[in-house]
Structures are given as structure tokens and as C-alpha cells.
């Protein structure tokens, strides 16, 4: 290849190559944990946000799951159930993303999919850190 000016490289040049993190910041309705807390007690909405975590969890996986298996009609169901169990106990960042995969899912626009199934992942496994430690679970 040739530099602008018409010089020969030597094919000697180094590439220099940077890994970006890539850090989510993701937003909790700390008051809606609280309301739970407040109606249900403080062991009982452990019991019920951890259930609602593992159901959670599960959501993310399988929305996943079916997104590496190409079916994209299963996604979209898995996807909605996510939003709304995120909605439930006031993880508004997650609630958004898997709202956006099913839409990406539902028109079948695989390269912004792929996006943000990257990103569902990134915020589904910070969301479910920080509702765990803000509700004093484990």
C-alpha cells in the first residue's frame, strides 16, 4: 500500500489494537423497590424480589437462548416477558432494552439485534447485581 505522498511501506508497521470496555450505567426505581419493601416487609420482598430475580434471570437466558437459535418469534415473547418483570420490580434500564430487542427481533433487523442483544446482556447482568445488593438479598 502507498502512503499519501507516493512513499512504499516496508509492511513493518505495527498496528496498535485497544479493547474498550464498554460500562452501562443502569437505572433503578429505587422507590418502587421501596414501596415493595414497605407493603410486603422486609423478609417477605427479599423472598418475592428474589424469586422475581431468578424468574429474571431465567427471562434473559431464554430471550438469548432463542436469539442463538434463530428463532426470533420466541425472542420476542421472552423479550416482553423481561420488560415487564423488569418494569415490576423498577429495573427502567433493562425494562427498555428488552422492549428494543423485541422490536429489533419483531422486524427482523439482525444487525441492530445482534447490538443490542450485546447490550441486553451487559445491562440484564448489571441490572440483576444491583437490585441484589439494593435489596439486600443473598
Known sequence: SAHPEGNKTTGTEMVQITALSVSETVRVDTRRVG?????????????VIGLALEQLATALMATDEAIRQDDLGAAVGHADRLARLAWQIGLISLAGVAMDLGSCADRRDLASLAAVRAR?????????????ERAGIG
Open 35 to 47: 414501596d415493595i419493601v414497605s407493603e410486603l416487609g422486609e423478609t417477605t420482598a427479599q423472598n
Open 120 to 132: 441486553l446482556m451487559r445491562v440484564g447482568n448489571r441490572s440483576l447485581t444491583e437490585i441484589w
